[in-house]
């Protein structure tokens, strides 16, 4: 049987990489975008990413084009824009359609989750248990200091 932690992924600066490779950690998967409404969030993603990885945990960015054009660059212009603008440190990933019909699989497995559905828009967040089971799904809009998302990081956390 094949698990999310099995599918191969491809690092923004072309790397190989797993979920696998992230094992025992606990991870927040997130669709970014470089020209959304909701672009300043990668600030309180790398909040996150700093106040909580000392403790086995990891924020990863997955750039999307999906919604209205919003992440057209390249993977080295996302990275530079990233690195510039936000100070971004946690791990991101190459670009990648997270919508039907070129969906990449590690999206056709997470939206699975409850509640089932396609990503609705930038910036939804899927947290993902250290044994690699998603265990919570955050809408777009929900910020990464929402209480209840930190909250549901520090409980996976133990």
């Known amino acids: 049987m094949t698990t999310i932690q099995d599918i191969e992924l491809t690092t923004i600066t072309g790397g190989s990489d797993s979920l696998g490779k992230h094992a025992g950690k606990v991870l927040l998967l997130v669709n970014v975008a470089s020209k959304c409404g909701l672009t300043p969030q990668y600030d309180g993603l790398e909040n996150l990413y700093r106040a909580y990885r000392d403790r086995g945990f990891e924020v990863l960015g997955f750039p999307a084009n999906d919604f209205a054009g919003q992440e057209p660059g390249s993977n080295d212009e996302i990275a530079e824009f990233c690195r510039t603008n936000f100070s971004v440190d946690f791990p991101m990933f190459a670009k990648i359609s997270v919508k039907e019909p070129d969906q990449h699989p590690l999206y056709a497995e997470l939206v699975k989750t409850e509640p089932a559905g396609p990503v609705s828009w930038n910036f ?31 409980a996976a956390l133990g």
């Open 124 to 154: 939804e967040k899927f947290l993902v248990g250290r044994d690699g089971s998603v265990i919570g799904r955050f809408g777009p809009r929900t910020a990464p200091d929402d209480p209840a998302l930190v909250a549901a990081i520090e």
